[in-house]
């Protein structure tokens, strides 16, 4: 087996690598192929046939892990590993010295045979339907160039990172929630699943109610308190978790302000 770079040109042969009850892996390789600066995704051959995939997202210090994937008649045999470790070491060259992933239930042993440990985990919901009182708060109001600053902030409170980056190609078409002037949360729609990055229960939950005019799913760790008790007020409950787990230096995050992630790739 060989370990090589994952091309654009290779993208079109990832169908067989899908997995069940995953949205289709191919655009967001698409991203990672072309978005090389920050993006580093490879590729395990065995006999000329790809058997494994995986990418390391980079900002700056801190590297996500995302779409590790093996292919069905290739697994149980050291390949999730081979992948992961490999990914590993080129995040640390990198001078990455925390490195993240959301961890499956297929993943997570592997995971933790390499030394990643569990900081906490997210919380799935599906089949979510507005509610005829959930009015949209006047307090959110779009994205002004003004509140780039307060996002930065809020974004870099919430997780630790910096990766204003990612967030300012998707600021135009975002919502605040201000209160008295002050910023308490936002909501980018187009960034992933519709990122929601709050610092106070109203903020947040009045920007899921916005959200969820357009989406029936939500997924947050299980520290936001506020988040779970809102879905659970209208009988949603959580169909599956997945495991948030860290390599690496220990940062200061607060996952009760995410009431939306961006997706498992990201966090």
């Not at 997995?19 to 967001?28: E, N, S």
């Not at 988040?227 to 860290?246: C, D, P, Q, S, W």
Request: proline share 3%; glycine share 8%.
């Amino acid at each position: 087996m060989t370990i090589e770079i994952l091309n654009n040109s290779d993208v079109n042969l990832l169908n067989d690598l899908q997995p069940l009850g995953w949205g289709t892996i191919l655009p967001v390789h698409e991203f990672y192929t072309t978005n090389t600066d920050f993006c580093f995704p490879i590729r395990v051959n065995n006999d000329n046939k790809i058997v494994g995939i995986g990418t390391a997202i980079i900002h700056n210090d801190v590297a996500w892990l995302g779409h590790i994937i093996v292919h069905p008649e290739n697994r149980k045999q050291g390949i999730g590993k081979l992948i992961t470790q490999s990914l590993v070491n080129d995040s640390m060259a990198k001078n990455c010295d925390t490195i993240y992933l959301i961890a499956t239930d297929l993943g997570a042993p592997v995971y933790t045979k390499i030394g990643f440990e569990t900081e906490t985990e997210y919380l799935f919901f599906k089949d979510i339907k507005a509610n005829e009182s959930w009015e949209i708060s006047n307090n959110i109001i779009p994205f002004h160039s003004d509140h780039k600053e307060e996002i930065a902030t809020i974004d870099k409170l919430t997780t630790g990172e910096d990766r204003m980056f990612h967030l300012e190609k998707h600021l135009q078409d975002g919502f605040v929630y201000h209160n008295n002037a002050i910023i308490e949360g936002f909501y980018l729609p187009t960034f992933g699943e519709g990122l929601i990055l709050a610092k106070t229960k109203e903020a947040g939950v009045e920007l899921m109610k916005l959200r969820f005019t357009h989406h029936e799913n939500a997924v947050f760790p299980k520290d936001n308190i506020d988040a779970v008790h809102f879905l659970h007020k209208y009988g949603y409950k959580e169909f599956k978790t997945a495991k948030r787990m860290r390599l690496g230096k220990l940062r200061d995050w607060n996952p009760s302000y995410i009431y939306n992630r961006i997706g498992g790739n990201i966090g």
